[in-house]
């Protein structure tokens, strides 16, 4: 599919930060799709060994790690460092957000 049909009349006013922003918004929603995906797969599978008596999960240990990985000692979570990351350096910072919403929608 052509990115022109895709955007139409905005594509031109877009820009690179714009562009940027589409393509990146895009991936992620993709990226969020297949970990979603795998995520629910691989709770599946230690539901089922755990049924099945084969492991014992302690699930007070899960969510420790978990959030000590979402969450830093400073407070600030995953996706605000991802953010922080993506957009950092960037003087088109607006169109950049801009094109990431439409990328994500689209995605």
């Given at each position: 599919?052509?990115?022109?049909?895709?955007?139409?009349?905005?594509?031109?006013?877009?820009?690179?930060?714009?562009?940027?922003?589409?393509?990146?918004g895009?991936?992620?929603?993709?990226?969020?799709?297949?970990?979603?995906?795998?995520?629910g797969?691989?709770?599946?599978?230690?539901?089922?060994?755990?049924y099945?008596?084969?492991?014992?999960?302690?699930?007070?240990?899960?969510?420790?790690?978990?959030?000590?990985?979402?969450?830093?000692?400073?407070?600030?979570?995953?996706?605000d460092?991802?953010?922080?990351?993506?957009?950092?350096?960037?003087?088109?910072?607006?169109?950049?957000i801009?094109?990431?919403?439409?990328?994500?929608?689209?995605?």
């Amino acid at each position: 599919m052509d990115l022109s049909q895709l955007l139409g009349a905005a594509a031109p006013a877009l820009g690179f930060g714009g562009l940027a922003g589409v393509v990146v918004g895009y991936t992620a929603k993709k990226i969020t799709k297949l970990l979603a995906l795998l995520l629910g797969l691989t709770f599946i599978l230690v539901q089922v060994l755990a049924y099945q008596g084969l492991i014992t999960v302690n699930w007070g240990v899960v969510q420790s790690v978990a959030e000590q990985a979402w969450v830093d000692p400073a407070g600030a979570t995953l996706a605000d460092r991802v953010w922080n990351v993506l957009t950092a350096n960037l003087p088109f910072a607006g169109a950049f957000i801009g094109g990431f919403a439409l990328g994500f929608k689209l995605g």
